[in-house]
C-alpha cells in the first residue's frame, strides 16, 4: 500500500438514541450512522474536516478495509498524509447519509416497531436530515467546530447546507460540481431512473427484501445516471465506435458497441451494492434540494459565516458550471468569503472523483491559506483582574489550562497568566495577581495568517496567543501545538 494512503481502516458506529424529527415532520427512531475517520483529532478539536458523499458513496472514503481490497476507499486520491485532505494536519470524518444503504439507517434498515425493513414506509427524507444526522455525530465526537466541510455533487449540496443550517460551526466550505437548487433536469434524470425501478416488477412496492430485488430496473436507473457522469467528449474519448468484440456488426440484439457493455457492466455492479429502495430516497432528496429563500438565493444565503470555495468541471452538463456561478454571485451579494475555480476537464460530472491533481492542488490551497480566526479557540476560560491567584491557580487547574488570559470589565485583554507565572507565585510567596500576571501580551488578530501567529509564537518560545479584536476585545486563543498540526 502506498506510503501516502491512510491504510487499513474500519467503519464505526454511532446511534443516535430515541426519536429524530425530520424535516417532512416524520420521525425516526435510534438512526444508526456508520462512520470513518482518518488522522487524529487534535486537543482543541479544531481541526475537523467533514466529507460528504455523493448520491452513490458510502462512509469509506480512503484506505483499504484489509490488504486484500481490490480498491481503496471512494476518495483515496484526496485523503491521506500529504494530500489535500492531509491526514498529518487534519481529522476527516466521512458518514453514509441518512437513507443510505452502507450502515446508516435506510428504506432496508428493520424499523424497531415491527421488526421488519422498512420499505417503501421510510419516511421521505431531505439533504437537511443528511445534514442533522452529521451535526448528531459531530457532537458525539464532541467536535464543536469543523475546520472544513467538503463534498462534491450531492455532498456539495450537503456541504451547502451544513453553512446554512449551522453557520456558527463551519469554517470553510468546499463545494465541488454542485448546486444550491435541484434543476428540472436534474429532477427529470432522477424520475427516469425511479421509475425504472418502480417498473420492475420484482420492486413489488418496495417490499423485497425476503425475495428477489429489482436489479433490472437498478441497473437501469444507474445506466441512464452513467450517462449523465460522462460527457460526450469522454464518451469519443473512451469508447469512441469501437466494438467489444471483433470488428464487424453482429446484427443481434447483443451489445455491440463498447460503450454498450461499459454501461452494462456499470449497472450490473452497481446492484452488487446499493438497495433500490435508497436510490428511490437518495434521488428525491436531492430533488427536493433549494437554498433559496422566498424565491431569491441570496436571501437563503444570507446568514452564511464559512469562507467557500466552490469547484465546477467545464465538461459538466449535468451540474453546470452557471449552478455554481449563481451561488458565487449570491454569495457575493450578500459579501461573503467566497472564491471560484472552474476545472478545466472532458470527464463531465465525474471529474470530481477523476481529476484529482488539479483538485488535490486548488482544495490544498484553499484549506491552507489559513488565518487565525479558522482555528482558534473561541470559548475561552478568562478571569477578571483583580481576583486572587489561588482563583486563578483554580481555573487552571479545573479547565487544564497552561494559559489563563485576564481581562477587564469590558472583556479587553489586560494580562496573562501562565502555569509558570503560578509556580513563580507560590516560590515567591507572593499572593497578588498584578505583580506576576504578565501585562505586555503578545497577541494574535483574527484576520492574520496563521503562519505568522506561528512565527511570533515560536520567535518568543510561547505556546499560546490569546487573540484580540480591534478593541482589544479577547476573541480566542491559538495554542501552538494545535497549530503546528494544521501548518504542516
Ligand atoms: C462519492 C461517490 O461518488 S462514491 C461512488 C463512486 N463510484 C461510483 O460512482 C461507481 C461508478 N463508477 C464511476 O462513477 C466511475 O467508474 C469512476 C469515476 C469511479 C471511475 O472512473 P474510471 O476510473 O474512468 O473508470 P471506468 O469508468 O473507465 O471503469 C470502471 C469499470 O468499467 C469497466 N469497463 C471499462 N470498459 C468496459 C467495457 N467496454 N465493458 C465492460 N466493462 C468495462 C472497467 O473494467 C472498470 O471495472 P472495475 O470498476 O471493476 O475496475
Ligand atoms: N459517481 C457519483 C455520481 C453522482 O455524483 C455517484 O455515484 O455518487
Known amino acids: 500500500m502506498s506510503e501516502r494512503s491512510v491504510g487499513i481502516v474500519g467503519t464505526n458506529f454511532h446511534t443516535i438514541k430515541g426519536d429524530f424529527l425530520l424535516e417532512g415532520g416524520q420521525t425516526l427512531k435510534d438512526i444508526r450512522v ?40 471512494w476518495w483515496e486520491d484526496l485523503i491521506g498524509p500529504g494530500k489535500a485532505l492531509d491526514t498529518d494536519r487534519y481529522f476527516v470524518i466521512c458518514s453514509n447519509v441518512l437513507g443510505g444503504c452502507m450502515g446508516t439507517t435506510g428504506p432496508a434498515s428493520l424499523n424497531p416497531d415491527t421488526g421488519k425493513p422498512y420499505g417503501i414506509t421510510f419516511p421521505v427524507i431531505t439533504i437537511g436530515d443528511m445534514v442533522n444526522v452529521q451535526k448528531k455525530l459531530i457532537d458525539h465526537l464532541g467536535i464543536k467546530v469543523l475546520f472544513a466541510v467538503v463534498g462534491g455533487s450531492m455532498g456539495g449540496m450537503q456541504t451547502l447546507q451544513w453553512t446554512v443550517a449551522y453557520p456558527d460551526i463551519v469554517r470553510k466550505a468546499v463545494v465541488i460540481a454542485s448546486t444550491a437548487v435541484s434543476s428540472p433536469q436534474q429532477i427529470a434524470f432522477n424520475e427516469v431512473g425511479r421509475n425504472a425501478i ?33 460527457s460526450d467528449d469522454s464518451m469519443h474519448e473512451k469508447f469512441g465506435r469501437e466494438l467489444q468484440q471483433g470488428e464487424n456488426f453482429k446484427f443481434d440484439m447483443s451489445n455491440d458497441f463498447q460503450v454498450e457493455s461499459y454501461l452494462k457492466y456499470q449497472g450490473e455492479t452497481f446492484t452488487e451494492r446499493f438497495d433500490a429502495n435508497s436510490y428511490l430516497y437518495v434521488t428525491k432528496a436531492v430533488d427536493y434540494f433549494d437554498l433559496s429563500k422566498n424565491g431569491s438565493l441570496a436571501e437563503g444565503l444570507k446568514d452564511i459565516q464559512a469562507k467557500i470555495l466552490l469547484i465546477s468541471i467545464t465538461s459538466d452538463w449535468l451540474y453546470p458550471p452557471y449552478q455554481s456561478k449563481k451561488v458565487v454571485e449570491a454569495l457575493l451579494f450578500n459579501d461573503h468569503d467566497v472564491s471560484y475555480r472552474e476545472i478545466e476537464s472532458s470527464y463531465g460530472h465525474d471529474a470530481f472523483l477523476l481529476e484529482s491533481g488539479h483538485i488535490n492542488y486548488v482544495v490544498h490551497n484553499f484549506l491552507t491559506h489559513t488565518y487565525v480566526g479558522d482555528v482558534m479557540t473561541e470559548e475561552v476560560a478568562t478571569i477578571r483582574e483583580g481576583v486572587s491567584i489561588e482563583t486563578a491557580a483554580q481555573v487552571m487547574f479545573e479547565e487544564g489550562l497552561t494559559h489563563l488570559p485576564v481581562v477587564n470589565e469590558k472583556g479587553c485583554l489586560a494580562g496573562i497568566v501562565t502555569s509558570w507565572d503560578i509556580s513563580k507565585a507560590v516560590a515567591l510567596k507572593s499572593c497578588n495577581l498584578d505583580d506576576i500576571m504578565t501585562k505586555e501580551v503578545l497577541v494574535a488578530m483574527p484576520d492574520e495568517p496563521i503562519v505568522a501567529g506561528a512565527k511570533r509564537m515560536e520567535r518568543h518560545s510561547i505556546s499560546a496567543l490569546p487573540v484580540v479584536d480591534e478593541k482589544k476585545r479577547l476573541v480566542g486563543i491559538i495554542d501552538s501545538e494545535d497549530i503546528n498540526r494544521l501548518i504542516g
Not at 205 to 224: N, V
Request: hydrophobic fraction near 30%; charge should be negative.
Open 34 to 73: 456508520a462512520y470513518e475517520t482518518y488522522g487524529n483529532l487534535n486537543k482543541d478539536k479544531s481541526n475537523a474536516i467533514l466529507v460528504c458523499h455523493a448520491l452513490t458513496g458510502d462512509a469509506h472514503a480512503a484506505g483499504r478495509h484489509s490488504p486484500d481490497d481490490r480498491k481503496p476507499g
Open 198 to 230: 418502480v417498473s420492475d416488477p420484482d420492486w413489488n412496492e418496495g417490499d423485497y427484501y425476503s425475495d428477489k430485488a429489482p436489479i433490472h430496473g437498478l441497473a437501469t436507473a444507474r445506466m441512464i445516471a452513467h450517462i449523465t457522469y460522462l
